[in-house]
């Protein structure tokens, strides 16, 4: 099968970004998956200024724009690809690595790791109890059904993202990437109204699944382990250096934040 890894690393140079890029080269080259890195924005996408409930330095500072939007520049290459994967800059994959696309399967048109199902530490399940009801407590409670339960709403982390281009793209109605994001249904997530003021694509493109109930697969979670929040970081295939700001120094020193991830 002809398969792609998407990545986005627009913005600031980072040490930990260009290391974990490398580590997605490293395992596109072993299992012969193409590797695309978008380095410049092109969508580009704008909150409406005289409605967003976002502060103007969180688009202001890149231009005018929100980079957190630029991953879905990859659903541009669903005709050419039979399975893509989308992974953020800040995921390191070791180099034993099974084949994510083989574990994916052809019968989902969607595919990632659900957060609740993670191996979380305490400190992390409560954090995901609070989130979830923040973020999609509304939209289940008019009419969604993000399945609550006592660790929270179900939703997906879009950090990993693995797609079946046929079983896909019906839902994007011949759209382009832009034109998916803009669509009037997604305004009030572009302009971070209400709780949605600090969300990211990942709120999006959860609700989207939800609302056309597009047949996802629930991954292990060995594909997107969260750095410092699960319990079982060392048999994580994929590892999250999520929350950048927390990390020993900023996640800088690379060498020896790598010392960390088999304790």
């Given at each position: 099968?002809n398969?792609?890894?998407f990545?986005?690393?627009?913005?600031k140079?980072?040490?930990?970004?260009?290391?974990?890029?490398?580590?997605?080269a490293?395992y596109?080259?072993?299992?012969?998956?193409?590797?695309?890195?978008?380095r410049?924005?092109?969508?580009?996408?704008?909150?409406?200024?005289?409605?967003?409930n976002?502060?103007?330095e969180?688009?202001?500072k890149?231009?005018g724009?929100?980079?957190?939007?630029?991953?879905e520049?990859?659903f541009?290459?669903?005709?050419?690809?039979d399975?893509i994967?989308?992974?953020?800059a800040?995921?390191y994959?070791?180099?034993e690595?099974?084949?994510?696309f083989?574990?994916?399967?052809?019968e989902?048109?969607?595919?990632?790791v659900?957060?609740?199902?993670?191996h979380c530490?305490?400190?992390?399940?409560a954090k995901?109890?609070?989130?979830s009801?923040?973020?999609?407590?509304?939209?289940h409670?008019?009419?969604?059904?993000?399945?609550?339960?006592?660790y929270g709403?179900?939703?997906?982390?879009?950090?990993?993202?693995?797609?079946?281009?046929?079983?896909?793209?019906?839902?994007?109605?011949?759209?382009t990437?832009?034109?998916?994001?803009?669509?009037?249904?997604?305004k009030?997530?572009?302009?971070?109204?209400?709780?949605?003021k600090?969300s990211?694509d990942?709120?999006?493109?959860?609700?989207f699944?939800?609302?056309?109930?597009?047949?996802?697969k629930?991954?292990?979670?060995?594909?997107?382990?969260?750095?410092?929040?699960?319990h079982?970081?060392k048999?994580?295939h994929?590892?999250?250096?999520?929350?950048?700001?927390?990390?020993?120094?900023?996640?800088?020193?690379?060498?020896?934040?790598?010392k960390t991830i088999d304790?």
């Amino acid at each position: 099968m002809n398969r792609m890894i998407f990545q986005v690393a627009v913005g600031k140079p980072s040490k930990l970004y260009e290391h974990c890029i490398q580590s997605v080269a490293d395992y596109c080259e072993k299992y012969d998956i193409e590797h695309i890195v978008l380095r410049e924005p092109k969508l580009r996408i704008k909150p409406d200024v005289f409605a967003t409930n976002r502060s103007k330095e969180s688009y202001e500072k890149y231009g005018g724009y929100l980079p957190i939007y630029e991953k879905e520049n990859a659903f541009e290459y669903l005709d050419n690809y039979d399975q893509i994967a989308i992974v953020d800059a800040d995921i390191y994959i070791r180099p034993e690595a099974d084949n994510i696309f083989e574990d994916f399967g052809t019968e989902h048109a969607f595919g990632a790791v659900c957060e609740r199902e993670m191996h979380c530490q305490g400190w992390y399940v409560a954090k995901i109890q609070n989130y979830s009801k923040m973020q999609y407590g509304n939209l289940h409670n008019n009419g969604l059904d993000f399945k609550p339960n006592r660790y929270g709403f179900e939703f997906f982390n879009m950090g990993m993202i693995v797609i079946n281009s046929e079983l896909f793209k019906p839902y994007l109605k011949g759209q382009t990437p832009k034109q998916f994001i803009e669509r009037m249904e997604f305004k009030d997530f572009v302009d971070g109204q209400g709780a949605w003021k600090w969300s990211t694509d990942q709120t999006l493109l959860n609700y989207f699944l939800k609302k056309y109930k597009i047949p996802t697969k629930h991954m292990d979670n060995k594909w997107n382990g969260l750095y410092s929040a699960v319990h079982n970081l060392k048999d994580c295939h994929f590892v999250h250096f999520f929350l950048k700001d927390k990390l020993p120094n900023a996640g800088e020193d690379v060498d020896e934040l790598m010392k960390t991830i088999d304790g």
